[in-house]
């Protein structure tokens, strides 16, 4: 080959270059196989299809179809991983859940029947207490959860521990026998002293008595306690023991301040609201101010009654009728909010219009005392050792109502005192004509059943076979009433006459007995109490004091008619001269006790003007020392708080109970 010519080997040689062939046979047979043919039509197409391919594609060219998943992500490496683990983890899981529950229907004693393959510290012990048996030879065996002091306990420390560990396994073996949907007890509960409660944090344990049906407390003793507390307590389960016997109040106290059959007005008014509203459409829940018994009720309305009509799917009422809280607010004044204000808890997509308010209301004297313990969103300068403080304890020569400021949803307002919120507020539901009822607190705790049945049929709701009171439902832990008491606590407290004006200084009781509303006291059945004995003098004097005005306008009157009597007398008798000479020697008698300070009538008549800008001048200097010294002495928020700490502590109550 001549080394001037030069052609790539995957294309055919030019004309004239072909290679040359051997001469013999053999060695082209050779030839061809070790160094192959640019004349072979098989091996030009099979270099130009691989190192060659044609950039258009041509009918007559063909290509080789993929395998098949070729490119797919089922071939891929990181995804054949993932599938493996995958696996893996399923036959882990497998195992597991068979280890977990193998053994679970295995009979052995006690409440904690089979639970204890479930945990794995009863591998742990069977395995401890194996060694033991093997190094030492003993039979001891190694409590679970006991402390290491165990053995150097006494009896009764003991037992308590042990007692610990029970309940600790009938819970988990109850938690457990839930997860499968089974009963934990088919042939029914164990015969055990006491109903296991989990701990709560850490080692605290506590135990609640098995509570008894009403005809198993039926059979048990009363030790004297009225018939009709003893079925207040029954209903709500409570058993009666011989301590809390002897703390009840009698039923004669409680008749004495509440009379013998509860107090519903506005029962009239359901007979309309039936004909007006339609049984899917009707609702029913509480209003009143604070501290009157709404989350009671609420509790009370939901367990016994039921609209069995008002259940919808998509819009309110979505449950049984039975309401939290009034929509717009149960605390809030329906005369600025009904229509106009929506609560954020209970009020959204509900028609005000079909709804039916019970409201609560509560005897003045003690409502202003739990006030006292829960002020929520009324602001005013009270402290332990003043409080209602109806007047300024700083101000002593008059009566000073102490002014409280009140948070509801629309607006703060201001008022004279707590009694006058109190007044206001009730007098405001009593001009209401839209269909509502008005019952007493009290009533709830002495005749809950009889308040209750009555405000369902109200609202064509189907009572209770059996009614049942929720004990502790008044007050609930739940961050709501925080501190407050239950059903035997509220009993104890609202049952003793003694209790009912506790805090009440005599100024206070005083400034009550003036300005407390006797004609609600009147309609609900509210005992006017008595007042401090030896305070007519103060009495007579802050009366006076506090109503200067129409007292001296009363005395002026009075004293001009006597002087006009006398005069006619006068006259008469003596003739006009000596009229007029007893009217001068009168005058002249009075300016002479006006000098010594003998005539107070005279005194304030002649220099009223002068006292009035006096006294007017002190109110006002006593006024600004007593708000600076409010916070200072103890009050809890008092009056001259700003707005915005009022909102501040207020702001959590405001969002759950619409005040």
């Not at 983890?89 to 497998?94: A, C, E, G, L, T």
């Not at 190694?142 to 150097?152: E, L």
């Not at 509960?189 to 109903?195: C, L, Q």
């Not at 100024?507 to 305070?535: C, Q, S, T, W």
């Amino acid at each position: 080959m001549s080394p001037n010519i030069h052609h790539r080997i995957d294309r055919p040689p030019p004309n004239g270059h072909s290679k040359r062939r051997s001469s013999s046979p053999a060695a082209e047979s050779n030839d061809d196989s070790n160094h192959g043919s640019y004349d072979h039509e098989p091996w030009r197409e099979r270099i130009d299809r691989l190192h060659r391919p044609s950039p258009v594609p041509s009918g007559s060219s063909q290509r080789s179809t993929p395998p098949a998943f070729h490119g797919s992500v089922v071939m891929n490496g990181t995804f054949q991983k993932l599938i493996g683990l995958l696996v893996l983890i399923v036959i882990f899981d497998v195992v597991y859940l068979w280890d977990f529950f193998h053994g679970i229907d295995e009979k052995s004693d006690g409440p904690e029947a089979g639970i204890h393959n479930l945990h794995e510290t009863h591998r742990s012990r069977k395995v401890l207490t194996l060694l033991q048996q093997v190094i030492g030879g003993g039979t001891s065996s190694v409590q679970s959860g006991s402390p290491d002091n165990f053995d150097s306990l006494t009896d009764e420390e003991k037992i308590d521990e042990l007692e610990k560990e029970i309940y600790e396994w009938k819970d988990k073996y109850e938690k457990a026998m839930k997860r499968l949907h089974e009963d934990p007890y088919p042939d029914g509960p164990p015969n055990v002293p006491f109903t296991p409660r989990p701990p709560n944090r850490e080692d605290t344990y506590e135990f609640k008595k098995v509570k008894k049906s009403r005809a198993e407390l039926a059979k048990t003793e009363t030790y004297g306690v009225h018939k009709n507390i003893v079925n207040i307590l029954h209903s709500a389960s409570v058993e009666i023991d011989k301590e809390l016997a002897d703390q009840l109040p009698t039923w004669e106290n409680v008749v004495s301040m509440y009379g013998d059959k509860p107090v519903i007005s506005g029962l009239e008014t359901c007979e309309p609201y039936r004909k007006a509203v339609k049984p899917e459409d009707r609702m029913i829940g509480p209003a009143g101010m604070f501290n009157t018994g709404t989350n009671l009720l609420f509790e009370l309305m939901k367990t016994n009654c039921d609209i069995k009509e008002a259940r919808r799917k998509f819009r309110e009422p979505k449950r049984n009728g039975m309401r939290w809280q009034v929509p717009w607010g149960k605390h809030n004044p329906p005369t600025t909010h009904r229509f106009k204000n929506v609560a954020k808890a209970w009020g959204k997509g509900i028609k005000q219009g079909d709804f039916f308010p019970v409201v609560l209301i509560k005897d003045p004297y003690t409502w202003m005392g739990s006030q006292c313990r829960h002020k929520y969103a009324t602001f005013w300068g009270h402290d332990d050792e003043h409080c209602p403080n109806l007047v300024r304890w700083k101000i002593t020569d008059a009566i000073v109502p102490s002014e409280v400021r009140v948070k509801f949803a629309l607006e703060m307002k201001m008022f004279d005192s707590l009694l006058d919120i109190w007044n206001k507020w009730y007098q405001e539901w009593e001009s209401m004509t839209f269909p509502h009822i008005i019952t007493r607190f009290e009533d709830l705790l002495f005749h809950g059943e009889e308040v209750t049945r009555k405000a369902c049929e109200c609202v064509g709701g189907v009572f209770a076979e059996e009614f049942q009171y929720v004990e502790d439902s008044a007050k609930k832990a739940v961050g709501v009433h925080k501190g407050a008491n239950g059903l035997v606590m509220a009993m104890l407290h609202y049952g003793d006459p003694t209790k009912r004006l506790t805090g009440f200084t005599d100024r206070d009781r005083i400034y009550a007995d003036k300005f407390v509303d006797y004609e609600l006291m009147k309609k609900y059945h509210y005992p006017k109490p008595p007042l401090p004995a030896g305070v007519a003098p103060l009495l007579t004097k802050e009366k006076g004091a506090y109503d200067e005005e129409e007292n001296e306008q009363e005395k002026t009157d009075k004293n001009d008619g006597e002087e006009e009597e006398e005069e006619g007398e006068e006259e008469e008798k003596n003739g006009t001269d000596d009229g007029v000479a007893k009217e001068e020697s009168g005058t002249d008698e009075e300016e002479s006790n006006e000098e010594n300070g003998t005539d107070d009538h005279d005194q304030t008549e002649g220099n009223s003007t002068d006292d009035e800008d006096k006294d007017k001048e002190k109110d006002e200097e006593e006024e600004e020392k007593d708000e600076q010294n409010v916070e200072g002495e103890g009050g809890e928020g008092g009056v001259d708080l700003e707005v915005e700490e009022g909102e501040k502590e207020i702001k959590a109550d405001d969002e759950t109970d619409q005040m």
